[in-house]
């Protein structure tokens, strides 16, 4: 190993350490800290970011990353080596391009917002929120200035995007939701139309909490969830989380008065999850052991909910268990009356409870207000009255106050900003992988035998081994022969949705 | 604030921090992680703890030590000030006592007897841990020599003794294990003549695991433990740890055939939860926010175990419920024969096993052979057996093989000497403790009307909150007037046994 590179490693060590340890402090606070336990334990999580922050950032990690960019220290690094150089050099550019002082305010500044957006939301009333919002995005606004190259950037947005999905830019995502606006809109006000008298009153009846926790590890299991190497717990909302590839874990949250919410969400962990079980084991423990973007990973979870989870082929061998645990409220309904249930589609307000075929409209409202943002067409005074109507354009329907509309996300009170867009790309990366499976493999025969595994292990082979070594475009581009294509996803939600409902 | 001290103060912070990090990680292991997980999360934990020592043991925090120590500055203190500079010191001396290269080595061999001690004990023989104890013993042994201070020690084994139970030391338990053995022997083996023929059956009947898990629940909270400030969860070893006075968390462990085990651990390690949560805020988050010792420690959970959990008049307003949980096992015990079957001493072969009565003279063997070791009158290869020989003469007894002999405990894998002790000084406080109480409230009445509050509000008051500020012997000299003194041991357990069994 090189010396200079065995220099950097051992504060890229220490740096895995510690976020390890404020990972478990977040996974613990979600699941099982003690109600009053969070003043005295955010001193603790407050003191060791600090010190992951100060064991990244200074001086000595500086000269040593120019040194290991050098041509000569270059050859002496394999590729893993590289790849880890260059991902410390990003997190050092987006940290460094801020003057520290900026930095720490725009800190307090979020954790602020995140309370005052609560209450507003809690008011219904984004009057309340609006002036932080506003600060939040001169914020943004202002750091955006600081990283904004000519060379890599032609429209500010980019700065943002860019962090959240590397080598996305607004050129791409306009053609991408361009052709969401154009092909989908009009599909989907077909569907609605169609499906809007589908009774799916079974998944609102009474069902026991103990079987639905039993049937949820059964299912994480069933798609490769291994709980050797992760854990199933509760929170309030379901996520994933880890510390590397022998310990990934992943929440739900049960309802006694639906069924699916806990079905398709532990199905949209595992995914995640399984994404981060297969990182290969000579990167888990470094600085590019992970999956490689936001896009990305949901991607795979999505493509477990949705493609694999909601599907025939997938329910086929297994539908009649879930009859047998719940024979009182399932016993009348087919898997047909299943199928047309679990993907019925809503026009409805808010993005987290929406389906499968209305989702990437709730994106796309966000992406253009956002787009807007950043390229000063709107001040944040408006957004509001811009928000409904944009829900009334395209999806017909009207929030009765602020909370079921511009104050439903966390994201922008935490100062993410382009965030959005990749829910919407993984997507359509899921519709593409499934495309390219259908041409590889028997894949809805292995649906119906319950053979999850040999997916897997193509997922594994083709993404998940290579963590960060290989950004979206790399990954879909080695796999299916293409980059990103977004017509694979129109395809799919206007087959998938005219054959379920012909 | 003394300025010194602040900066003193920024050290201890992170190494607050980072101690808290290191528990989460061990309680997490110890109760949640996946099986698989412990290879790569100890990497973590290494750098962490690495970490830990080097935030703690520096130059810098050595020089501003010293100058803290100085009168002026002591001046400037407050009384939690001085005590956090007595206990940083003491740490100090400790760990900069021994040579970097021999702690290195010494941490490194621990490691390697604890895995040495396990397959020996699995195969229940001693000659195979042999030569691993034979070395721990010689670091130990090395490490007195370099600690050992004339003015301080009259015996080397002080100092062991000294860093569990400050304050004590051969003298003292000499003649505390001497009254053992001249007043307990005896009465002891009077009493097992009389209840050899005490029926317990009913304890080792089918008891439903989620109804003990409700029951511990609700014993804990019927205690005091609570739940908004602590959690309750299972591992292999019921044991207790925390963040600070706000996370202070409990195991249990269930087995289906033993009833007692899990009803009297939970009551012991709420005793434990109790102290710490009882420890005043404005401590807490210091290094002086802890119990003050093992043996205080023990004596707390002790005293909720055997004291109070262990008495007609805690059950008597609880026992109707314990029967309705259990009704068919239950049904024919009455509280009388409950008590006596829970009280029941049995002259056993494991401690960890052994009941209130004959738990001290488990502890006095290990006492007596710890002495002969570290004063040089015997040696590694004779210790099973002059084990065995004690458990002949105390008890009765005799180990069909090591590993229920000598092989039975971690702790001199793990390279504690000196820590047996402080479970028969916890006893031995507990009872000390209770007949201050018959003094000053109306103890048993308390009990009888389940207001367990009374009796941990005084607790809190002259021992709980005080944490580390206050050794052993203080917070007895200022609760009862006295200093520790073992004869209250000797009556508690004669006047116990009688009454229970004449």
Chains 1, 2 share one sequence.
């Not at 699941?31 to 001193?43: H, M, Q, R, W, Y």
């Not at 139309?193 to 299991?221: C, G, H, I, M, P």
């Not at 490769?224 to 309030?236: M, N, T």
């Not at 935490?414 to 390219?436: L, N």
Request: charged residues 30%.
């Amino acid at each position: 190993m090189s010396k200079t590179f065995e220099k950097l490693d051992s504060y890229l060590e220490k740096g895995k350490a510690l976020n390890a340890a404020l990972i478990l402090f977040e996974w613990d606070l979600a699941t099982l800290a003690p109600e009053k336990s969070d003043k005295n334990t955010s001193d603790f999580i407050g003191i060791i970011s600090d010190q992951y922050f100060s064991t990244l950032i200074n001086d000595e990690v500086r000269q040593l990353l120019e040194k290991l960019e050098q041509e000569e220290e270059q050859k002496e690094l394999s590729e893993i080596e590289k790849a880890i150089v260059k991902e410390v050099r990003k997190r050092y550019e987006e940290l460094e391009s801020i003057p520290q002082k900026e930095y720490r305010e725009f800190s307090e500044l979020k954790a602020r917002a995140t309370s005052v957006w609560e209450k507003a939301k809690n008011k219904g009333d984004y009057k309340a929120f609006e002036p932080t919002l506003e600060e939040l995005i001169q914020y943004r606004k202002k750091f955006i200035q600081y990283r904004f190259d000519e060379k890599k950037h032609k429209n500010p947005y980019d700065v943002l995007l860019g962090d959240f999905e590397p080598g996305f830019d607004v050129e791409q995502l306009d053609e991408f939701f361009n052709q969401i606006k154009e092909e989908l809109v009009p599909f989907i006000q077909e569907i609605l139309k169609k499906t809007k008298d589908v009774d799916k009153a079974y998944n609102f009846k009474e069902y026991n909490l103990d079987k639905q926790r039993e049937l949820s590890r059964f299912l994480a299991e069933y798609v490769g969830f291994d709980f050797e190497k992760g854990v199933l717990a509760e929170s309030a909302h379901p996520f994933t989380t880890g510390l590397h590839n022998h310990d990934v874990r992943i929440t739900n949250h049960y309802f006694k008065d639906n069924l699916e919410s806990g079905i398709f969400s532990v199905i949209h962990e595992s995914g995640h999850a399984v994404y981060e079980m297969q990182i290969s084991d000579d990167i888990t423990m470094t600085m590019v052991g992970e999956g490689t973007s936001l896009g990305m990973h949901e991607s795979q979870s999505r493509f477990f909910e949705n493609v694999i989870g909601r599907s025939e082929a997938f329910w086929k061998p297994l539908y009649h268990k879930l009859q047998d645990t719940f024979n009182e409220q399932l016993k009348d309904i087919s898997l047909e009356k299943f199928l047309k249930g679990c993907n019925k589609p809503e026009a409805g307000l808010i993005r987290t409870e929406a389906d499968e075929l209305t989702y990437p409209l709730h994106i796309l409202i966000r992406y253009e207000i956002e787009k807007m943002i950043f390229n000063d067409e709107v001040e944040a005074r408006d957004l509001a009255e811009i928000w409904n109507e944009k829900y009334k354009e395209y999806l017909g329907v009207t929030p009765k106050n602020d909370a079921e509309g511009i104050l439903q996300d966390i994201h922008w009170a935490g100062g993410d900003f382009g965030y959005f867009p990749s829910y919407a790309i993984g997507s359509a990366v899921a519709a593409q992988i499934y495309y390219h499976l259908l041409k590889v493999m028997p894949f809805e025969e292995y649906l119906e035998q319950g053979n999850l595994k040999a997916i897997r292990e193509y997922l594994k082979e083709h993404i998940h081994k290579y963590g960060m070594m290989k950004n979206t475009n790399e990954i879909l581009k080695d796999m299916t022969g293409e980059e990103f294509n977004p017509a694979y996803y129109i395809r799919y939600l206007k087959e998938k949705y005219t054959k379920l409902y012909e």
